[in-house]
């Protein structure tokens, strides 16, 4: 059973617009949320990421936002940028879990 | 400087023989981590230890077996492989103390034949 969902498998953009990534989850046990980005042939590597007791969080062009109430996060790139271009995970954790469940990755493509 | 590295990168075996994967981090991490991604580009944990505890998802067979000869590697064992143990596998460490962050390896395809 998947805790944490991406539903949007690909998504594309043009260079300067935002670009937002999306991610549901069912459990609400999860109290903190990161983003990855993972080029291929690579690991994921950490982005961004948020404790439940925010709603935002900002770091540079990335802005990673939730609404618990939804159960919903997003991860807005502004201005987006090529080397953007790569696969985003979406991860949680649970209150007192040792691990991470991952999204199943949004790839976005930013053309140039 | 490579933060977690893995060893090797490609691996391809016929079914029913044993491999290791290798996994080293020099982040001084007191946390480490396997998880499998497969075809369906899930990314799913498989493994946590630290040199207390070892805690394994239940879903995973026992043909695998992490070990750690100190707490800079944790190697993952595989008996018996099966053609669906095809998948890349990535370690990853985090320190406990510090941050919920995990920092990950480049992975490693596994490919049975």
């Known amino acids: 059973d998947q805790q944490v969902k991406q539903n949007s498998p690909s998504l594309s953009v043009q260079e300067g617009r935002i670009s937002i990534l999306n991610c549901d989850y069912t459990n609400s046990m999860f109290d903190y949320f990161l983003w990855y980005k993972k080029y291929p042939a690579e690991g994921p590597t950490f982005l961004i990421s948020i404790s439940s007791i925010k709603d935002k969080n900002e770091d540079g062009r990335f802005t990673v936002f939730l609404n618990k109430s939804a159960k919903h996060l997003s991860l807005h790139i502004v201005p987006s940028q090529p080397g953007d271009s790569a696969v985003y995970f979406c991860?949680?954790?649970?209150?007192?879990?040792?691990?991470?469940?991952f999204g199943t990755g949004t790839r976005l493509t930013v053309i140039p | 400087d490579t933060a977690v590295s893995q060893t090797p990168k490609y691996l391809v075996t016929q079914m029913g023989n044993d491999k290791s994967i290798k996994c080293e981090q020099n982040?001084?991490?007191?946390?480490m981590y396997w998880y499998k991604q497969d075809s369906k580009k899930f990314l799913k944990i498989m493994f946590s230890y630290n040199n207390k505890e070892l805690i394994i998802n239940e879903t995973v067979p026992n043909r695998f077996s992490p070990k750690s000869p100190d707490k800079a590697h944790l190697n993952l064992h595989i008996n018996s492989l099966e053609l669906g143990d095809s998948a890349v596998y990535f370690c990853?460490?985090?320190?406990?103390?510090?941050?919920?962050?995990?920092?990950f390896g480049p992975g490693t395809r596994l490919t049975v034949t």
């Open positions: 990853a460490s985090r320190n406990r103390g510090s941050s919920y962050e995990q920092y």
């Open positions: 991860a949680a954790r649970e209150t007192g879990a040792n691990n991470l469940f």
């Open positions: 982040l001084g991490h007191d946390t």
